[in-house]
């Protein structure tokens, strides 16, 4: 297999020629998204979406209270993505780096919204991006 199949697929043997492998052997990379040693990232993951999901149950009155709630959501996508890079938790090496990409999207909205919620009132207008 080469370093294609390997990102897609994970490391291992795909299609087993022996008829004495038991499913799981066979699929391992399809069936079981985590190495065997990373297994624990399973319940970050579960922290991250309770931390984000009990911050956007916060009730807020001022703007510099959404920017406080927006740099938190920012401290756990960062930690997520420090976790997810510094361990890869993955079989394959695709998903390690979509996590990635996804953690770090994440955590530049969040700073670009905490930014304009602490500078001024986001509906002004002159934090926007595009003119």
């Known amino acids: 297999m080469g370093w294609g199949g390997h990102f897609i697929l994970g490391p291992g043997?795909?299609?087993?020629?022996?008829r004495a492998n038991h499913f799981i052997h066979r699929y391992?990379?399809?069936?079981?998204?985590?190495r065997q040693?990373?297994?624990?990232?399973?319940?970050?993951?579960?922290?991250?979406?309770?931390g984000v999901g009990a911050s956007v149950a916060v009730r807020t009155t001022t703007w510099v209270e959404c920017g406080h709630l927006k740099m938190f959501q920012l401290a756990l996508f960062a930690a997520a993505l420090a976790v997810t890079g510094a361990k890869y938790p993955h079989h394959?090496?695709?998903d390690n780096?979509?996590?990635m990409v996804l953690y770090s999207c994440m955590a530049v909205?969040?700073?670009?919204?905490g930014v304009a919620f602490y500078?001024?009132?986001?509906?002004?207008?002159?934090?926007?991006?595009a003119g």
């Open 37 to 50: 040693s990373a297994v624990w990232h399973n319940g970050c993951e579960f922290g991250l979406s309770l």
């Open 119 to 129: 500078n001024e009132s986001p509906e002004s207008g002159s934090f926007a991006l």
């Open 109 to 113: 909205s969040c700073a670009f919204m």
């Open 92 to 94: 394959r090496p695709r």
């Open 28 to 34: 391992a990379s399809v069936v079981r998204t985590w």
């Open 97 to 99: 780096y979509t996590k």
């Open 13 to 18: 043997e795909w299609v087993s020629r022996f």
